[in-house]
């Protein structure tokens, strides 16, 4: 079964308000990835961290690694419509190129 | 650089029947995964192959099985399908394997093929 967990699993958010999003891994992670899918769209790499207590921004998306290395979370401020999807974040276990994905937090944005 | 590709983007199948998927990595790369994504099971890791060789596996019964030729391109094959192989199925591509598996490279998703089995 799924051993990263994400919440909340949906959020309906007017446009111009922040989204966050949580992942928790049930292991320490060697590094954490982050992917946003659109609707009928595959999964697009957005960043990855690699640091405990790494924060990465990326325009309006901050991203951040958990001191332990077993959460990680997404913040969106000032949400648009283009951000609507779901997001997904990610950790190697296993070696190599195996990624363990978490739930997905689905992300609707309401004018 | 042209994306990864997948072929067929659409199928229909019926029980009992088998299915091969295609994909061509990104032109250099040499991993490729192959993900299974379901609304009730989300994105699942069926297996990752470098240089022909299958480096990882997921927890999928052996009906589901994969290859990968000289120029890194992938297919995977489903037998025997069964109503609940009824799924997205993406192939992701990186550019190499980091030893130790310490860390991972990024991975790029194709567009996937839908795969509904009646």
């Known amino acids: 079964g799924q051993q990263v967990m994400q919440i909340p699993q949906y959020q309906h958010v007017q446009e111009g308000e922040d989204f966050t999003t949580y992942c928790n891994s049930s292991?320490?992670?060697?590094?954490i990835q982050w992917y946003k899918q659109r609707p009928g769209g595959h999964p697009v790499f957005l960043i990855q961290?690699?640091?405990?207590?790494e924060v990465k921004k990326q325009k309006r998306l901050t991203f951040q690694f958990g001191e332990a290395k077993k959460n990680s979370s997404l913040h969106i401020t000032a949400t648009q419509t283009t951000d609507v999807g779901t997001y997904f974040c990610?950790?190697?276990?296993?070696?190599?190129?195996?990624?363990?994905f978490g739930t997905g937090t689905q992300l609707k944005v309401e004018l | 650089k042209a994306g990864v590709t997948q072929t067929p983007r659409y199928l229909i199948k019926t029980r009992g029947q088998q299915v091969t998927l295609s994909c061509s990595p990104i032109?250099?790369?040499?991993?490729v995964s192959w993900y299974q994504q379901t609304p009730g099971q989300g994105l699942q890791f069926l297996f990752e192959?470098?240089?022909?060789?299958?480096?990882n596996k997921g927890n999928f019964p052996g009906r589901f099985s994969g290859r990968q030729f000289s120029n890194s391109r992938s297919e995977m094959n489903v037998s025997t399908l069964e109503l609940g192989d009824s799924a997205l199925y993406l192939c992701?591509?990186?550019?190499?394997?980091?030893?130790?598996?310490?860390?991972?490279?990024?991975?790029?998703f194709g567009p996937g093929t839908r795969l509904t089995v009646l």
């Open positions: 292991t320490t992670l060697s590094n």
């Open positions: 961290l690699v640091k405990s207590g």
């Open positions: 992701a591509s990186s550019l190499e394997v980091v030893a130790g598996g310490r860390s991972t490279d990024t991975q790029y």
């Open positions: 192959y470098f240089s022909e060789t299958q480096r």
């Open positions: 032109s250099g790369h040499r991993s």
């Open positions: 990610a950790g190697p276990k296993g070696g190599g190129n195996k990624l363990t």
